[in-house]
């Protein structure tokens, strides 16, 4: 077999399989690109509800029962405390909730994971760490092999000999001009 028939056979292949991989981090990347302007793995739904009133002379944990009951939270409570004297945090699971005595105020800051992005997030930024980087570096690899086999497919002035090597050097060149203005 011809090296160059090989080299689209092996191309086209590898680069079937890391379709779906590329796919990911392409989604993800774009999420953590703008982190300053969303969070890409959370979804904060922040409300406030005025209580009618508040049991008078209750107990911390009395008025705790009463509010999550008030406010319809299902959630286990994984801690509490006054943070002043007219003020009291209720700590469950994926939700706080701040409770104003005097003004009967119940804000609440619901934290839901945003269902893929997260997930995909994660793999992005290596959290499995484990199998994961393995697979991670394989990916890195075999990206490396589509770019470098790439610019060996197509023969004449419109591959590497000609206007590939002035579009590659453009590739190169991009990165190369972002790091001499934000780092020199």
């Known amino acids: ?3 160059r028939k090989l080299l689209r056979v092996l191309h086209r292949d590898i680069g079937y399989i890391a379709a779906g991989l590329t796919i990911i981090y392409a989604i ?9 302007d969303w969070n890409p793995n959370y ?3 922040k409300s406030t509800i005025i209580l009618d009133s508040l049991p008078k002379n209750a107990t911390k944990d009395e008025t705790v029962v009463y509010v999550l009951n008030a406010i319809n939270e ?3 409570v994984k801690n509490t405390y006054r943070s002043s004297p007219n003020e009291l945090e209720i700590f469950v699971e994926g939700n706080t909730i701040l409770v104003n005595y005097i003004t009967k105020e119940v804000k609440q800051e619901k934290v ?3 269902l893929f992005l997260k997930e995909t997030n ?3 930024l290596n959290k499995p760490k484990g199998l994961w980087t393995y697979i991670a570096d394989i990916f890195a690899v075999a990206l490396l092999f589509l770019a470098i086999s790439g610019l060996f ?3 004449g002035k419109n591959g590497i ?15 190369l001009l972002f790091w001499l203005y934000y780092y020199l």
């Not at 002035?166 to 190169?172: R, S």
Request: glycine residues 14%; positive net charge; charged residues 20%.
């Open 1 to 3: 077999m011809h090296w």
């Open 28 to 36: 993800s990347g774009i999420a953590v690109n703008h982190i300053q």
């Open 43 to 45: 979804k904060i739904e």
């Open 74 to 76: 299902k959630g286990e």
């Open 112 to 114: 839901n994971s945003r």
């Open 122 to 124: 994660d793999l992005h």
């Open 153 to 155: 497919m197509i023969k």
């Open 161 to 175: 000999k000609g206007r590939g090597w002035w579009l590659t050097l453009i590739g190169f060149g991009i990165p």
